[in-house]
């Protein structure tokens, strides 16, 4: 959904967003985004390899970290240290945490973005005869976005956007699901650019490296896949 509002709201104690993907094909993520909404933001994102049923977005695998500070706010790409290889029929999710300076110390920052929804045409036209026709859908539908404020209890977005809907100074917006991304390409068209031939053992896993640019995929659970 387009979005021309950016909220940013501040708070004391650590607030978690989280997007949740299905993988619809064997898969390299090479990389992870997030919108920031304040000056010298720090994001840190965690991907993780959600287990069969999983409740929450951090119920699985933690696979990597990734952490990067931006000057402006905007939305910003961060690459991962090497591709992930995510299988065919996988579900994953990105976690992500926003840490902001201030003026009184460190406070935590959640962001998520709306526009104009159909009731808000529909009050302009009638408050001031305007004549505007666009509008904006959001489809947030339950498990793909998730909020923890407090205490590590994690709250499904859909929920939250079905409430503020019944709100006055809210029914007008159109919400969109919470502005996290990941960027993943089909292995087969990787496996087309490198020569992954050479295969070796990890701690966590199997790495291939493509001898002549040093490209990485990383399989942290070869003999679980």
Request: net charge negative; hydrophobic share 35%; aromatic share 10%.
């Amino acid at each position: 959904m387009p979005n021309e509002l950016i909220s940013c709201t501040l708070y004391s104690e650590p607030v978690y967003e989280a997007g949740i993907y299905e993988v619809e094909t064997d898969s390299v993520l090479q990389y992870v985004s997030a919108m920031t909404g304040m000056l010298d933001t720090e994001v840190t994102a965690e991907i993780y390899l959600l287990s069969e049923g999983a409740k929450t977005p951090t119920d699985g695998e933690l696979l990597e970290t990734v952490s990067d500070t931006f000057k402006f706010a905007g939305y910003h790409r961060m690459t991962l240290p090497s591709g992930l290889l995510i299988p065919k029929g996988s579900i994953i999710s990105i976690v992500a945490l926003q840490r902001v300076p201030t003026e009184v110390g460190k406070k935590f920052a959640f962001v998520n973005t709306s526009s104009l929804g159909k009731k808000g045409t529909d009050k302009l036209k009638e408050l001031y005869n305007a004549k505007a026709r666009e509008y904006c859908v959001g489809c947030v539908n339950p498990g793909e976005s998730f909020v923890s404020f407090v205490g590590g209890r994690w709250i499904d977005w859909s929920d939250e956007v079905s409430k503020l809907a019944t709100l006055e100074g809210c029914s007008c917006i159109a919400y969109d699901n919470l502005p996290i991304k990941g960027y993943a390409y089909p292995l087969d068209e990787v496996e087309a650019l490198h020569d992954f031939s050479r295969k070796v053992r990890t701690t966590e896993g199997e790495a291939a490296i493509c001898p002549e640019c040093g490209y990485v995929i990383l399989n942290l659970s070869p003999a679980a896949h």
